[in-house]
């Protein structure tokens, strides 16, 4: 089975490290995923996607991101079952994020659109 996910996005908030009980370093955040326009007159929407991220990859985060900056994660999707405060079973969806990416956008305003910022003078090769 294949279970792989993989988004461009921009931090809700500014990730916070915790560290668990058994001592490992997590980081839970959310991304706002942005889904294209079908028509010139329709609006922007986005999707909100919860990540959780462990150990390095979190330290590596929490380090380097802040709100509204973007991002490329990759991951897979998990569910998982808990008990809420009142004892009433609920589901949470989120990806575990395995590696993640920067990325510079520059606002085109003709059409309002995000495009990567990067010219060859930029490039490492």
Same mark, same amino acid.
């Given at each position: 089975m294949?279970n792989n996910?993989? $988004?461009m996005?921009?931090f809700?908030?500014?990730?916070?490290?915790k560290? %668990? #009980? !058994?001592g490992n370093?997590v980081v839970?955040f959310?991304?706002? /995923?942005?889904?294209?326009?079908t028509t010139a007159?329709?609006e922007? %929407?986005a999707?909100?996607?919860d990540c959780?991220?462990?150990?390095?990859? @979190? =330290?590596?985060? $929490?380090k380097h991101f802040k +709100?509204?900056? #973007? /991002?490329i994660? &990759?991951g897979?999707f998990? %569910?998982?079952e808990?008990?809420? +405060?009142?004892?009433?079973?609920?589901k949470?969806y =989120? /990806?575990v994020?395995? =590696?993640?990416?920067f $990325? @510079?956008?520059?606002?085109?305003e =003709?059409?309002?659109?995000?495009?990567l910022? /990067?010219? !060859?003078e &930029?490039l #490492?090769f």
């Amino acid at each position: 089975m294949l279970n792989n996910f993989s $988004c461009m996005g921009r931090f809700t908030h500014t990730p916070e490290l915790k560290i %668990t #009980p !058994n001592g490992n370093n997590v980081v839970k955040f959310s991304l706002a /995923v942005g889904r294209s326009k079908t028509t010139a007159d329709s609006e922007k %929407t986005a999707d909100f996607i919860d990540c959780v991220a462990w150990n390095k990859t @979190a =330290e590596f985060i $929490c380090k380097h991101f802040k +709100k509204g900056e #973007p /991002v490329i994660i &990759d991951g897979r999707f998990e %569910t998982r079952e808990y008990e809420d +405060k009142q004892g009433i079973k609920r589901k949470a969806y =989120e /990806v575990v994020v395995r =590696e993640v990416n920067f $990325c @510079a956008f520059k606002r085109n305003e =003709e059409t309002d659109i995000d495009l990567l910022d /990067v010219s !060859n003078e &930029d490039l #490492p090769f």
